[in-house]
T-cell receptor, first 114, second 114 residues
């Protein structure tokens, strides 16, 4: 049972345009959400996070939006750059639990074309 | 200066063998994790240790045994390897448990069982 879903396996955008990556979750106990970026043959690297008490968090070109009622979050990258081409994983946590467990989505491959 | 390192990076072995993957972090973190990324690309938590104490033990076969000799190391030993164990295994660490402290991942170990 996938508790974190990234329904788009891939996304292709032009350099300079906006990239929007989507993530849905089913577990209402999740209250902390993270985005990780992964290049081939490397481990995932943390990108940005958001707590459920917020609906938006911004860091430079990256903004994460959270819609709790819809159990949906999205990552916006503006403007997109070729170096952003990677797999993006959405992850979620029930921080009230004591087991420090992150649940990951399957990832979305973003390709930014020059 | 590598934050989370894993050895080996690639491991090819035959069914029935026993193998170990080593992980070390130099970040001073309290919590370490092992994840498995299978052919379907899902990144799933296997184990988590906090200050050398087992915190998470997902439904992983008993053939998998983590060992944490100290806070900076979390090794993964696999007995009687099976074809289905072929995957990429990622080690990670965080300052404390939970996603509210971002997890730093190693580069991964690609295990191929023939």
């Amino acid at each position: 049972d996938q508790q974190v879903k990234q329904n788009s396996p891939s996304l292709s955008v032009q350099e300079g345009r906006i990239s929007i990556l989507n993530c849905d979750y089913t577990n209402s106990m999740f209250d902390y959400f993270l985005w990780y970026k992964k290049y081939p043959a490397e481990g995932p690297t943390f990108l940005i996070s958001i707590s459920s008490i917020k609906d938006k968090n911004e860091d430079g070109r990256f903004t994460v939006f959270l819609n709790k009622s819809a159990k949906h979050l999205s990552l916006h990258i503006v403007p997109s750059q070729p170096g952003d081409s990677a797999v993006y994983f959405c992850a979620a946590e029930d921080s009230g639990g004591s087991n420090y467990k992150l649940t990951f989505g399957k990832g979305t491959l973003l390709t930014v074309n020059p | 200066d590598t934050a989370v390192s894993q050895t080996p990076k690639y491991l090819v072995t035959q069914m029935g063998n026993d193998k170990s993957i080593k992980c070390e972090q130099n970040l001073g973190h309290d919590t370490m994790y092992w994840y498995k990324q299978d052919s379907k690309k899902f990144l799933k938590i296997m184990f988590s240790y906090n200050n050398k104490e087992l915190i998470i033990n997902e439904t992983v076969p008993n053939r998998f045994s983590p060992k944490s000799p100290d806070k900076a190391h979390l090794n993964l030993h696999i007995n009687s390897l099976e074809l289905g164990d072929s995957a990429v295994y990622f080690c990670a660490s965080s300052q404390s448990g939970g996603g509210s402290y971002e997890q730093y991942f190693g580069p991964g170990t690609r295990l191929t069982v023939t």
